[in-house]
């Protein structure tokens, strides 16, 4: 199903704080490359030489501030997410369009981070991991995520969104529509379910009487043969022979068919059941 048809509970682009930011980090960058041109000044002391040094610096400051701020305020404007019942989806991209698509149920783990210049200008990241895609970018020098949101103002809402829908696709099964009413979603309550449904069928075995055992003697047939024969085990036939609960129709028929009778020749009502 794809995310048009789904209700979308949560939409959003990237604060247009990221744009100062993302200039900011980018001029650090370039400055970085400085380093190398500062020190090839001071050790080569020709005056040629340092006509050239000097450009360096400035072409390498100023051309990467030049297309950083270009290029940060069209990621911004073409960067956005939706959330859906089922997916999450992240679109970006200046020069080629990109599309990320991730449904709930893969994801593994949602960290929010905030960096200093994040914390400057007062946003997040939100890094969405999940299993089949860290995996493999791990194996080409470590795990990246697969879903990465930018320029976060208030981190609190999408995080709980994703939480939500992230326990809900992994942690509580759903239930369909068909089948509501008729089984009990919460776990606890199925469990004491299951356990009364047990006693009850043990407690059947006393209003019925079974003629297993004398039919299994007669033709010198052992209780773990008859288990063989009828796909149970031996300590099944043990307990329907002391009568200590009732089989399904399935299994009676089956011990009927063995000794080639009729059920109701294997299995009677007690005469003080009422």
Known sequence: MSIESESIKESGRADPALVPKGIITSSLAAMAIIIPSVIWMVFIPEPGMLFWGLFTIVLSVIVPVIIAAAYVPAFVRTFSYDLSDKFIVIRRGVITKQKTTIPF??????SVIQGPFDRKFGIYTVKIETAGFSA???????????????????????EHIIDELVHQYTQKPKVPDTLKGKVFEETDLAFDQFIATIMSKMQEGDHVKNTIKELRAARNMSQEQLAERVGVTRQTILYLEKGTYNPSLKLAMKIAQVFDVKVEELFVLDGTDE
């Open 105 to 110: 149920s893969r994801i593994q783990n949602v």
């Open 136 to 158: 493999a970018s791990g194996s080409q020098g470590g795990p990246q995520p697969e879903g990465l949101i930018q320029g976060v103002k208030d981190p609190s809402r999408l």
